[in-house]
């Protein structure tokens, strides 16, 4: 692991969990709003689908250059700047109202979270050292729930009160957390170091490891401050490898349930928009107590195959919540199990980030957290166009069914696959924390195509 401060800054990772949660929870009043206005209005499973595929498209596309940006930009300037332009759009957006202009504005409010999501994910293992960071994971995991939670229940308050535009307005605001993050945080990454930390990277950069999250044809390079480059490649890991690959094909089939939910909820069971928000929330609430159970799991897991295999477990759990979904016979029955996977999700991204950050060299971290989450949101982008096409045709309560029995059946043919992942680490030199391959110097820095994964439904590298 590359870590470069003696003592944890507690302050700074506070700071950064209140700025995730304030912007997340804007996200989710967003999102839920504008999905509530287009069922209302009489758009179907497509329409809606089109408008999540508008917010998730550019974090994965721009995963590979927001990465690098990130990498490479100090943190301070990229939060201030896309703090300040990500408001802006959210206030255009409350006052338009063509389709297109909506969805053209959503699209460049995703791009900005396409830059600030890694910006953040890679800040937090520089502020603490590696015994603390199961801890300071947690806290910005329950800042994001926190965040995610009372986003639907505030949508489905206001907008049967005042309409989508308070929402919206509701969501400029809160990316002003970002800029006040940016301006107050002691910790700072990418651009120019001082020279006293330069020597330190260098020194972590040398000893820290190669592989990382984004796909298997993925790989780039990052100029240390002595002048030598370090590369990282998902596909010489084969926990990464792994925990990427079946993420990716669970969530593709489970994550059409974000398209289903609103018409199963409204329609099927017949809840209001308030009910609708409550039980979405739920899943949110549900993630609070899993990732803190996660944690206390986590630090005694030093085997970083033992974190893949919970990465495998929890995505089982989420999968067969979908499954028992589709029996309920109101929509308050939904509470409990969203609960229970929400849990499992919450304990999924604490696994998978502190898989990510023992296996990342620091000067990479950014790219690979920005690869990561374009595997989430390339997942879920993958659910949202089946869902949302089967929708046409399927009732809601058999496609969730469907979903849930494809999911379970994913996780069950990717268990041997993660036993020999396993194997095959161990034997390479890989399994232990803080020691797979060596960064290789390189001479430039290739892109190629990544590959998609997700988180289940709230997911993961706190993407909304």
Do not use: K
């Not at 957390?177 to 301006?183: K, S």
């Not at 986590?298 to 999968?319: F, H, K, N, P, Q």
């Amino acid at each position: 692991m590359s870590f470069t401060i003696d003592e944890s800054r507690w302050s700074d990772v506070w700071l950064v969990a209140a700025a995730r949660g304030t912007t997340i929870c804007g996200d989710f009043l967003a999102a839920t709003a504008l999905a509530l206005a287009l069922q209302g209005a009489g758009a179907g499973g497509l329409a809606v689908s089109g408008l999540l595929l508008a917010a998730t498209l550019p974090l994965v596309v721009l995963a590979p250059l927001a990465g690098r940006l990130a990498d490479r930009t100090d943190s301070r300037t990229l939060l201030v700047t896309v703090g300040f332009a990500q408001a802006a759009i959210c206030v255009l957006l409350a006052v338009v109202e063509q389709p297109v202009l909506v969805i053209g504005l959503v699209t460049l409010l995703a791009c900005g979270l396409a830059v600030t999501q890694p910006c953040l994910a890679a800040l937090l293992p520089t502020m603490v050292r590696p015994a603390d960071l199961p801890r300071a994971s947690a806290i910005s995991q329950t800042a994001v729930s926190l965040g995610a939670l009372g986003g639907p229940v505030l949508a489905g308050l206001l907008v049967g009160q005042f309409g989508t535009r308070v929402p919206l307005l509701l969501d400029a605001a809160t990316y002003l957390a970002l800029v006040v993050a940016g301006l107050l945080l002691r910790t700072r990454r990418g651009g120019r170091r001082p020279a006293a930390n330069e020597a330190a990277v260098s020194n972590e950069a040398a000893a820290s490891q190669a592989p990382a999250p984004s796909s298997p044809a993925v790989s780039g390079g990052v100029p240390t401050p002595g002048g030598t480059e370090i590369s990282w490649r998902l596909r010489r890991d084969p926990l990464m490898l792994v925990m990427v690959v079946s993420t990716a094909v669970v969530i593709a089939a489970i994550g059409g349930i974000n398209v289903i939910e609103v018409f199963f909820i409204r329609e099927t069971l017949g809840g209001s928009a308030t009910t609708y928000g409550l039980v979405s929330a739920a899943w949110m609430a549900g993630m609070l107590p899993g990732t803190w159970l996660a944690v206390r799991l986590a630090r005694r897991l030093d085997d970083d195959g033992a974190l893949v295999r919970g990465v495998l477990a929890t995505l089982a759990v989420c999968s067969l919540m979908v499954l028992l979904a589709a029996s309920v016979p109101a929509a308050g029955v939904l509470v409990p199990l969203w609960l229970v996977g929400g849990a499992a999700n919450g304990g999924e991204n604490v696994f998978a980030n502190l898989l990510t950050a023992r296996r990342v060299p620091e000067a990479m971290r950014a790219r690979a957290y920005a690869s990561y989450g374009a595997a989430v949101q390339g997942g879920s982008m993958a659910g949202f166009l089946i869902g949302g096409a089967l929708l046409a045709v399927v009732p809601p309560r058999p496609l969730i069914a469907g979903a849930g029995v494809v999911g379970l059946l994913v996780v069950l043919a990717f268990v041997p696959v993660v036993t020999r992942a396993v194997r095959l680490s161990s034997n390479a030199g890989l399994a232990t924390p803080g020691r797979p391959a060596e960064p290789e110097p390189t001479a430039g820095d290739t892109v190629g195509p990544w590959l998609s994964a997700s988180h289940a439904r709230g997911s993961g590298t706190s993407s909304s």
